[in-house]
């Protein structure tokens, strides 16, 4: 299994409500990463795990919250999120201490943000 | 602070022509790794090829190759022979280690190509 898997692939939600983005992994990479990109922008890094452990929080607002429960899966909790949250997120995983394979990106979840 | 700069916003090429993308970076480090990543409209990132900073030989993946030149901090990507395939958007990307931190992919701003028929 070479694949990250992202779900859902659209998500529309309300500025009251609350919803998780889930990311999962099978290739035994230790470091997963949350990206968020505006149409025609790269991706901004959000947050890094490293062995389940937050490394890196990009000085995201409190309303995004991440947890990394086991070592395949990432989710992102989302609460209270304002219209300029819409984006596509991407989960990413790679090995930790081999820099030269890349990252291995899923496809994304557009979030909608009404 | 790493930066990773992408001077073309958009590019076209005709099919089976050749087009070369540029990237530049800025970056104190000795160690580190450039990357293309291509993202069709499936929106999926998908790396095309790599390149280990400390290696002088340019990197080749089939029809794609680049040009490193590490005094002048450029990498640039050359598609032979385009296929409408290709369409896509192109990120240069910089990754380096932190200690304490983990590592940090950095992307340029993008080039967009397009493949004419």
């Known amino acids: 299994d070479t694949e990250v898997t992202q779900t859902p692939k659209h998500l529309v939600m309300g500025m009251t409500n609350k919803k998780s983005l889930k990311c999962e992994q099978h290739m035994g990479h230790r470091a997963m990463y949350w990206y968020k990109q505006k149409a025609k922008k790269p991706p901004e890094l959000m947050f890094v795990y490293s062995y389940e452990k937050l490394s890196i929080n990009e000085s995201v607002p409190s309303r995004f919250s991440p947890e990394c429960p086991n070592s395949s899966l990432l989710n992102l909790h989302l609460h209270a999120l304002q219209p300029e949250d819409s984006a596509l997120y991407l989960c990413?995983?790679?090995?930790?201490?081999?820099?030269?394979?890349?990252?291995?990106f899923g496809s994304g979840t557009r979030l909608t943000v009404v | 602070a790493q930066t990773v700069t992408q001077s073309q916003p958009e590019m076209s090429v005709q099919e089976a022509e050749t087009v070369t993308l540029s990237c530049t970076y800025d970056t104190s480090e000795s160690d580190y790794y450039l990357f293309w990543y291509k993202q069709p409209p499936s929106r999926q990132m998908i790396l095309v090829i790599r390149q280990e900073a400390y290696k002088q030989q340019n990197a080749t993946e089939n029809r794609f190759s680049v040009n490193f030149q590490k005094a002048a901090k450029s990498f640039s990507l050359k598609i032979s022979d385009s296929q409408l395939g290709d369409a896509a958007m192109y990120f240069c990307a910089y990754r380096y280690f932190l200690e304490t931190s983990g590592s940090r992919l950095t992307f340029g701003e993008g080039t967009q190509l397009t493949v004419n028929p």
């Open positions: 990413a995983s790679s090995q930790v201490g081999i820099q030269n394979y890349g990252y291995t």
